[in-house]
């Protein structure tokens, strides 16, 4: 890696006049270069359709409604038989380029969910995702079992098709089987397919489908998924060698078809995201909207790759050239400590410029399409966060928006890039980056397409296994025992609940908004910090009744998590007795049945009894003991961390939770760790804002 005084050395050289003018041709040439290639890839993510949206293009009965596409009539008093439709991107796909002399294919990967619905009746027929020729429109007579892709009598179509066929024709492979299968030139011959079991057609249920093209081993594969079904067990895997640039032309349309024939169903896209990526920089009279016909090869192909050649080389020294600029503008940012933004402010100092990116509002603004509403993760006190795409680095991305002219948004924001700029762990959200442009604070965020730990508890019927339960318990204790244990000073993260534990593909758990932390030292006891009360049912008696912090606080918070995930109830938890429904605090309910020995009947009934019993105890236990009213009484993480490893002993606790004693202690603790600030600095203030000034 460069170092500052290196950065600082090729500043001094750039105030050359030769070397200013040769760094701004070959930057420029890099980004001419640069251009011409993104406008040869495709890159998009829909959450939902609309209406108005251009980038689909609807033939025959397709159409959009309910902010989804959907691919054959859906209307009352309709005939539903016999319908045929398709959706495709609005602009074609740039598949392969043979320029430099062998072809370059392009790999490309999408992902999208949908439904089948055959209203409870014999389905019929199915769609597909398909790429053809660039121009391709539905062949005539091709309803049906043909899928739209194939004219009846026509023995081969330039198309590649990934199927999901919900009717048994004579010629399927399965006979009166669904299947899904990779069709090249023919719907009547699949190149491999696989039976479709749990398809869920009768009750229309959700699948999320996986496609990728790897240009590099010509490998086309496919994975489905029943989007309820958390195990994984109910999935297809598929997958074909085929090199795609024999069998279609170098431009390429892409998208849906389905078809209904003496039987009906509905075909439903929720949404859809591709990625399509061509490593190549095209001449720049090649148009993004090409002919329908590849045009004819060029006789002068040594002059071409000479050219090449050279262009490589300048973009090589480019991008070099670029990286050493861009390393220069950090470390010459680092001798600002505050830059004013409107009448707001950021401390942006060395802690900080060691963040992964700083965004501009404008980059943002456009991964996120002008932050729109279909793109709406979720919304929190001081701001909303949103779905975006990053196209360098080709992936979604979760954008915390902070509302603005919100002083309180604003602290939390600082607080949150402060604290966890520095801060890598696997149980932790990866921070990508951080915007302060034209007074708009953002925060940049891997994204985590599992949603949170409170969506999958507390809404129907995303019912959590288990097995699944019991890792995040152990991810998010990870977390918590890298924050307190292992960091050079303890981080307090004082908002630790349900909704903030994201879960990633794998359903690990990933603690997250950092807005609330506050750092504080080791080795000085249980030390204090103002705090500003989070959630209700997580927060600690000590922090409500003193508005003081302690990092036993966050064992608190993970108590009250730990005993949502055992028993499937909120932390403020809706309790049937006697025939009668009451509102109760979670751990009040499960230490009252502890004390009467019935502590299973804690346990989510969803389960019916499908758990570790072992596994359940402890976890059970161990919340309870991190959820102890007095806070010198519960474990350690450390302690907690062995316990549901099985490392530990479970814990004693008394039949009947105690009442807080907490108070006075906690209230000399304070004043004994005043007096040592006091003794130490100039105020408490000032050490304060060193303590929030550093980071682990």
């Not at 086309?220 to 079904?229: K, N, R």
């Not at 890298?482 to 050079?488: G, I, S």
Request: charged share 20%; with cysteine.
């Amino acid at each position: 890696m460069m170092k500052a005084e290196d950065a600082e050395n090729l500043y001094l050289k750039s105030q050359n006049p030769a070397f200013r003018s040769i760094l701004s041709i070959l930057v420029m040439g890099l980004f001419v270069a640069a251009s011409s290639m993104d406008d040869h890839n495709i890159n998009f993510n829909f959450t939902g359709f609309t209406p108005n949206m251009p980038d689909i293009v609807y033939e025959a009965d397709a159409y959009p409604s309910n902010n989804a596409v959907q691919l054959t009539l859906n209307q009352m008093k309709q005939n539903l038989r016999g319908g045929i439709g398709r959706a495709t991107y609005y602009k074609p796909m740039h598949l392969w380029d043979k320029s430099s002399g062998n072809p370059l294919l392009a790999d490309f990967t999408t992902q999208f969910s949908f439904s089948i619905d055959s209203l409870h009746k014999n389905p019929g027929d199915g769609f597909a995702f398909f790429i053809a020729p660039n121009g391709s429109k539905i062949p005539p007579n091709s309803g049906g079992g043909h899928l739209g892709l194939q004219s009846y009598g026509i023995v081969n179509s330039p198309f590649v098709a990934v199927e999901f066929d919900t009717f048994g024709n004579p010629w399927d492979p399965f006979g009166l089987s669904a299947h899904v299968g990779i069709g090249l030139n023919s719907i009547e011959t699949s190149l491999t397919a696989v039976k479709w079991w749990w398809n869920e057609i009768a009750n229309g249920g959700l699948v999320n489908a996986f496609i990728t093209y790897n240009s590099s081993t010509n490998n086309l594969s496919v994975l489905l998924l029943d989007a309820d079904d958390f195990t994984r067990r109910n999935s297809s895997r598929l997958s074909a060698t085929l090199d795609l640039s024999i069998y279609l032309p170098e431009w390429v349309t892409f998208g849906f078809s389905g078809t209904t024939g003496s039987c009906f169903e509905l075909h439903t896209i929720y949404s859809w995201n591709f990625s399509s990526t061509l490593q190549v920089v095209m001449p720049t009279n090649t148009t993004i909207n090409p002919p329908e016909t590849s045009p004819p090869a060029n006789p002068k192909r040594k002059s071409r790759t000479w050219l090449w050649v050279v262009l490589a080389i300048i973009g090589a020294i480019s991008a070099s050239l670029l990286v050493l600029g861009l390393v220069w503008f950090y470390c010459r940012r680092r001798n600002y400590s505050r830059k004013e933004d409107g009448t707001m402010s950021v401390n942006v100092n060395r802690e900080m410029v060691t963040a992964p990116r700083k965004f501009s509002y404008k980059e943002l603004r456009l991964a996120t399409s002008n932050f729109a509403d279909e793109g709406l993760l979720g919304e929190g006190g001081f701001g909303k966060v949103y779905l975006g795409f990053l196209r360098d680095i080709s992936c979604n991305i979760a954008v915390k928006r902070v509302t603005p002219n919100s002083q309180q948004g604003f602290k939390e924001y600082e607080s949150e890039i402060t604290t966890i700029t520095r801060l890598r762990h696997r149980n932790l959200v990866q921070l990508i980056g951080w915007c302060h442009d034209n007074n708009q604070f953002l925060i940049v965020y891997e994204f985590l397409p599992n949603k949170n730990l409170d969506y999958h508890l507390h809404r129907e019927p995303c019912l959590l296994i288990w097995d699944k339960r019991y890792k995040i318990a152990m991810g998010l204790a990870s977390a918590l025992f890298y924050l307190q244990e292992e960091c050079n000073q303890c981080v307090l993260h004082r908002d630790i609940k349900s909704s903030n534990v994201l879960l990633d593909l794998s359903f690990n758990a990933k603690l997250g908004d950092f807005g609330l932390a506050r750092l504080v030292d080791h080795g000085q006891g249980s030390q204090t910090t103002q705090v500003m009360l989070g959630t209700e049912g997580y927060i600690a008696p000590e922090c409500r009744d003193t508005y003081k912090a302690v990092k036993e606080s966050d064992i608190y918070s993970f108590g009250i998590v730990a005993l949502e995930i055992a028993t499937g109830k909120k932390a403020i938890a809706v309790i049937e007795r006697n025939g009668q429904r009451f509102k109760t605090k979670l751990v009040e309910w499960v230490w009252e049945l502890y004390g009467k020995e019935s502590l299973f009947d804690a346990a989510d009934p969803r389960l019916s009894g499908n758990y570790d019993m072992e596994q359940m105890e402890r976890l059970l236990l161990v919340g309870l003991a991190c959820a102890h009213p007095n806070y010198f009484d519960r474990p350690s993480i450390t302690q907690a961390v062995d316990i549901l490893s099985s490392k530990a002993p479970l814990p004693v606790l008394p039949p009947e939770m105690p009442i807080p004693t907490y108070i006075v202690s906690l209230e000399d603790t304070i004043a004994t760790f005043s007096t040592s600030i006091s003794s130490n600095t100039s105020g408490s203030n000032r050490l304060q804002n060193q303590n929030e000034g550093q980071v682990c």
